[in-house]
């Protein structure tokens, strides 16, 4: 059974770093598409940033470009997103998500379309003050 769960979340003020982390287990990291989505009270679930083993290529939303960086252990088989320089607006629940059987699709589509992925964690709150 695959199970995907982050941690890392917490209270920062704007400017400031947080590292998550996303522990999965019940797969390995082969042929796989993982990223990191975003929900903000009110708003739609987003894509932060996915990778896909298709390309080898990791997509990064716009706004969150130069300041998150997504890593992969697969010795840990864990998926982190350093995020630096934070804003109020990067405040919402943060989810992991993973899948087997679009990744062929790319990164970029598999963030573009939440539901893409198939496997979700159940989220992590990240909250920005000002």
């Known amino acids: 059974e695959v199970q995907l769960v982050e941690s890392g979340g917490g209270l920062v003020q704007a400017g400031g770093s947080l590292r998550l982390s996303c522990a999965a287990s019940g797969f390995t990291f082969g042929d796989y598409a993982i990223g990191w989505f975003r929900q903000a009270p009110g708003k739609e679930r987003e894509g932060v940033s996915c990778?896909?083993?298709?390309?080898?290529?990791?997509y990064y939303k716009d706004s969150v470009k130069g300041r998150f960086t997504m890593s992969t252990d697969n010795a840990k088989n864990t998926v982190d997103l350093q995020m630096d320089s934070l804003k109020p607006e990067d405040t919402a629940v943060y989810y992991c998500?993973?899948?087997?059987?679009?990744?062929?699709?790319?990164?970029?589509?598999?963030?573009?379309?939440?539901?893409?992925?198939?496997?979700w964690g159940k989220g992590t709150l990240v909250t920005v003050s000002s």
């Open positions: 990778f896909s083993s298709s390309h080898g290529y990791t």
């Open positions: 998500a993973a899948d087997f059987t679009r990744f062929l699709y790319g990164s970029r589509w598999l963030c573009l379309n939440t539901s893409g992925m198939e496997y």
